[in-house]
């Protein structure tokens, strides 16, 4: 771990770049949500929007990737991720709700019990 001086700039980056903003009141996201570009840059968005347009446009990328791949916290690219979902620039999926079939799955204890009666095999 570097250490930084106390003085770094960084919170403040921050706070522009989300406006102001702690959190965000969309609940749609969590750390495995997959995200999907649904639309190209504009001109004179921020320049964090498009990097996010431009990762998801490709291929659709988790907010945890994200996150690494922009070099910011979680809680920050969740509040970027609320205002390109609201200018209907992206779309956000759980990956279990994406997947074909999903709903099929049977509940999380048979699993489990499953699991437990093969170890004992």
Same mark, same amino acid.
């Given at each position: 771990? @570097?250490?930084?001086?106390? $003085?770094?700039?960084?919170? %403040? =980056?921050?706070?522009?770049?989300?406006?102001?903003?702690?959190?965000? +009141? $969309? &609940?749609?996201? $969590?750390?495995?949500?997959?995200?999907? /570009?649904?639309?190209?840059?504009?001109?004179?968005? +921020?320049?964090?929007?498009?990097?996010?347009?431009?990762?998801?446009?490709?291929?659709? @990328?988790?907010? !945890?990737?994200?996150?690494?791949?922009?070099?910011?916290?979680?809680? !920050?690219?969740?509040?970027?991720?609320? %205002?390109?979902?609201?200018? /209907?620039?992206?779309?956000?999926?759980?990956? =279990?709700?994406?997947?074909?079939?999903?709903?099929?799955?049977?509940?999380?204890? &048979?699993?489990?019990?499953?699991?437990?009666?093969? +170890?004992?095999?």
């Amino acid at each position: 771990m @570097t250490r930084r001086p106390v $003085d770094s700039g960084v919170p %403040d =980056r921050l706070y522009t770049v989300t406006g102001g903003r702690s959190r965000t +009141q $969309d &609940t749609t996201f $969590d750390l495995v949500t997959i995200v999907v /570009g649904e639309a190209e840059p504009a001109l004179g968005m +921020q320049s964090e929007h498009i990097r996010i347009l431009r990762l998801c446009g490709r291929h659709p @990328t988790s907010l !945890v990737e994200l996150s690494s791949h922009l070099g910011l916290p979680v809680g !920050v690219v969740k509040i970027l991720l609320a %205002d390109l979902l609201a200018a /209907g620039r992206i779309s956000a999926r759980h990956p =279990r709700s994406a997947a074909p079939g999903a709903e099929l799955l049977p509940p999380a204890e &048979t699993l489990k019990k499953v699991l437990r009666a093969l +170890q004992n095999l």
